[in-house]
């Protein structure tokens, strides 16, 4: 078992999980209790979200018989294997979505048309360089949404709240695979790298700016002027975040392993659920005393987190 204080991007493993999200079975969408606007926030941000992992597993499949490095190859396998557990989950939560936001329906269904599309007609050097251009994002909200764990899902529906927590630990696990397939087959395009991590900003606020207001319109949220700018501003606020966040995407010397917010100076609860779940437990379902739990449990002997 590999020492839970190493950087979380050493050796991830693929955890095949499975969360009850079947379209019968009860599901919290509103499911923060904290702060109900970043629920819906989340949800909309990440509607399109396996979509995309759907494109970024063709992508990377396509991409894997280029490379030559068999570490990489590896990761390559392994984040293709934790993407397609997200896009399953996640697809299947979008389920609940489109029951209680009609109005997204067509949205999604735009969103899901043109990630087929894309897979199918855009070439490797177009397909890797969005693949990792998005990925900057995924993996950054993941280190964001961790650090402001107590702030935006503290009190949450116990499996929502594990849902998302595993996501966003996952993301930063394999946040920089896509950046080193790009680096290693199209390195020397540094100005295309930038592009595409610009094209993928615009695609991730289009598709969050179309969805967000009509969730908060459907969740009564814009019905006095007061309440609606605050709700607005909201997302504003949550795009705004994450997009200052990827600023030194831009340099030259970037890479995801040195990003300011992704050091090994790591997350404590990312640590504690990465142990609890490699120790077989239950990570389905995290309430209060789960988490408090995963926070108490003592590192492994030797670990220079102990």
């Given at each position: 078992?590999?020492?839970?204080?190493?950087?979380?991007?050493?050796?991830?493993?693929?955890?095949?999980?499975?969360?009850?999200?079947?379209?019968?079975?009860?599901?919290?969408?509103?499911?923060?209790?904290?702060?109900?606007?970043?629920?819906?926030?989340?949800?909309?941000?990440?509607?399109?979200?396996?979509?995309?992992?759907?494109?970024?597993?063709?992508?990377?499949?396509?991409?894997?018989?280029?490379?030559?490095?068999?570490?990489?190859?590896?990761?390559?396998?392994?984040?293709?294997?934790?993407?397609?557990?997200?896009?399953?989950?996640?697809?299947?939560?979008?389920?609940?979505?489109?029951?209680?936001?009609?109005?997204?329906?067509?949205?999604?269904?735009?969103?899901?048309?043109?990630?087929?599309?894309?897979?199918?007609?855009?070439?490797?050097?177009?397909?890797?360089?969005?693949?990792?251009?998005?990925?900057?994002?995924?993996?950054?909200?993941?280190?964001?949404?961790?650090?402001?764990?107590?702030?935006?899902?503290?009190?949450?529906?116990?499996?929502?709240?594990?849902?998302?927590?595993?996501?966003?630990?996952?993301?930063?696990?394999?946040?920089?695979?896509?950046?080193e397939v790009w680096q290693h087959l199209f390195g020397e395009h540094e100005w295309t790298r930038k592009w595409m991590v610009l094209k993928a900003a615009l695609h991730i606020a289009r598709e969050t700016v179309?969805?967000?207001?009509?969730?908060?319109?459907?969740?009564?949220?814009?019905?006095?002027?007061?309440?609606?700018?605050?709700?607005?501003?909201?997302?504003?606020?949550?795009?705004?975040?994450?997009?200052?966040?990827?600023?030194?995407?831009?340099?030259?010397?970037?890479?995801?392993?040195?990003?300011?917010?992704?050091?090994?100076?790591?997350?404590?609860?990312?640590?504690?659920?990465?142990?609890?779940?490699?120790?077989?437990?239950?990570?389905?379902?995290?309430?209060?005393?789960?988490?408090?739990?995963?926070?108490?449990?003592?590192?492994?002997?030797?670990?220079?987190?102990?």
């Amino acid at each position: 078992m590999a020492e839970h204080s190493q950087h979380p991007m050493d050796h991830f493993p693929v955890r095949p999980l499975r969360f009850p999200l079947a379209a019968d079975q009860p599901v919290a969408v509103v499911w923060s209790r904290t702060k109900p606007a970043f629920s819906v926030f989340l949800n909309a941000l990440a509607m399109h979200v396996p979509h995309f992992e759907r494109y970024l597993v063709a992508s990377l499949r396509r991409a894997r018989e280029q490379i030559r490095d068999p570490a990489l190859k590896r990761d390559v396998t392994a984040i293709i294997g934790q993407e397609a557990n997200h896009s399953h989950n996640l697809t299947a939560f979008n389920q609940h979505l489109r029951a209680r936001y009609p109005e997204a329906v067509a949205i999604d269904d735009a969103s899901i048309a043109w990630f087929a599309r894309h897979a199918a007609e855009d070439d490797l050097k177009a397909s890797v360089g969005f693949t990792a251009g998005y990925e900057t994002f995924t993996f950054l909200a993941g280190m964001i949404i961790l650090q402001h764990h107590d702030r935006w899902f503290a009190d949450a529906d116990p499996q929502m709240k594990a849902l998302w927590v595993w996501h966003q630990v996952e993301e930063i696990e394999h946040g920089a695979v896509a950046f080193e397939v790009w680096q290693h087959l199209f390195g020397e395009h540094e100005w295309t790298r930038k592009w595409m991590v610009l094209k993928a900003a615009l695609h991730i606020a289009r598709e969050t700016v179309l969805l967000y207001p009509r969730m908060a319109r459907r969740e009564g949220w814009l019905r006095s002027p007061w309440q609606a700018m605050k709700t607005l501003a909201f997302g504003g606020e949550m795009l705004g975040r994450l997009f200052l966040a990827a600023l030194p995407v831009f340099s030259r010397r970037y890479h995801p392993r040195r990003h300011p917010i992704a050091t090994t100076a790591q997350n404590p609860i990312q640590i504690a659920w990465r142990r609890y779940e490699a120790s077989g437990g239950d990570v389905l379902a995290i309430d209060h005393a789960k988490l408090a739990a995963m926070l108490r449990m003592a590192p492994p002997a030797g670990s220079p987190m102990g």
